[in-house]
């Protein structure tokens, strides 16, 4: 069997549902002390992390990614096991084969054919491997940065084995991703019985034209890089679940994805703005998940989308589409950070795959890149 496709089942076998690791972080760390990397777990509550490096000196070109997996769902829905990888009709099936296990393997293999051909390579190489990804995110990637800001590391360059392809393996490369804020809203009116509104407050009622005004809001028009910030509304609820009764509270969700034309600041002061111009009694909770970041063209940038056309022949689209990833906590340090991932079209699906072929691909392009800064 091919070594990233062998490795990829290897991994797929472990049952690491976020935020258990299930030893795939240890597999991987064998393999690459093996090649001369000095690799350090980094347990933070009940998250494993590691942090391996290769090189004394120089320019620090850095692999991140994540071994957890989203949850299966019911196995019946499968047409395989879950954690059992089967190769069908030229993919690879199993969660986690697309997002991201195939990447990680492929990391892996093309730092153990880069080293036997240059061992004695300029700069340095890292990992960065969290198992907190696909969860709360709060004791992964953003306490391992913290850790390597105190040890005083300085991240370079940065490929986030993220799922980013569309359609062939390399046509989408994320460089930048929007930034991302939620917030819970709660409205508070006065209940009562329903054949007596003059007694009670509906903050229903109340909340809609706030809630209108909310979704057809201008909030900018984004630029050459972002589409135009979006808010959508997630979740309402209210109510007793009795007929003849008005609420006297009600709850609603949103989230913006916004451009780097505004700021977190920005959108909180005008949602703030706009609902007390309609008179409301509330309270609003915010969560920012991670402010909006850009790879413009440059050295990281450059080498990936050279890669990408002579492994491939494609002409790569930078895109900063999509949802969030850990690289939003690793390009404030000043690192340019880009995404490249296998074909994203099952992801968190049934029946997640991937290609075979495109698994030694991978495993190219992350060794082109290489080769292109680090020679």
């Not at 190769?87 to 199993?94: I, K, M, N, Q, T």
């Not at 991240?155 to 046509?171: N, T």
Request: proline content about 6%.
């Amino acid at each position: 069997m091919e070594r990233t496709l062998e490795l990829t089942c290897e991994l797929i076998r472990r049952q690491s549902v976020t935020p258990d690791d299930a030893g795939c972080q240890a597999l991987m760390m064998e393999r690459l002390r093996a090649i001369g990397f000095a690799c350090t777990p980094l347990r933070f509550g009940e998250v494993d992390n590691f942090w391996a490096v290769r090189g004394i000196s120089g320019p620090l070109l850095v692999f991140a990614g994540h071994t957890d997996v989203v949850p299966t769902g019911p196995e019946t829905g499968w047409d395989s096991p879950p954690f059992e990888p089967t190769l069908r009709d030229g993919l690879v099936y199993g969660r986690g084969a697309a997002d991201m296990k195939g990447s990680l393997a492929a990391m892996v293999v093309a730092c153990e054919d880069f080293v036997a051909a240059h061992p004695n390579h300029v700069g340095r190489i890292g990992f960065l491997i969290t198992a907190d990804e696909e969860g709360p995110a709060h004791n992964g990637t953003v306490k391992v940065i913290d850790y390597l800001q105190q040890q005083g590391e300085h991240i370079d360059w940065c490929l986030v084995g993220e799922p980013s392809s569309s359609a062939a393996l390399g046509d989408v490369v994320r460089n930048g991703r929007r930034g991302s804020l939620g917030a819970t809203l709660n409205v508070r009116g006065i209940q009562g019985h329903i054949a007596y509104p003059q007694l009670a407050d509906n903050p229903i009622h109340r909340v809609l034209p706030a809630l209108h005004a909310l979704t057809c809001q201008v909030w900018d028009e984004g630029n050459t890089f972002f589409p135009a910030t979006s808010l959508q509304i997630s979740n309402i609820s209210s109510g007793t679940g009795a007929t003849n009764v008005i609420p006297g509270d009600l709850q609603v969700q949103f989230n913006f994805r916004f451009s780097t034309e505004v700021t977190a600041s920005d959108l909180m002061r005008r949602t703030e703005a706009l609902l007390q111009a309609h008179r409301l009694d509330y309270s609003l909770d915010w969560h920012l998940s991670g402010e909006p970041f850009l790879t413009p063209a440059g050295s990281l940038v450059d080498a990936v989308v050279a890669t990408i056309h002579a492994v491939t022949g494609l002409n790569t689209e930078l895109s900063t589409a999509g949802g969030t990833s850990d690289g939003r906590f690793i390009a404030p340090t000043g690192a340019q950070v880009a995404e490249l991932g296998p074909i994203n079209a099952t992801i968190h699906k049934r029946n997640e795959c991937v290609l075979v072929e495109d698994l030694p691909r991978l495993a190219r392009l992350y060794h082109g890149v290489m080769e292109r800064l680090l020679l």
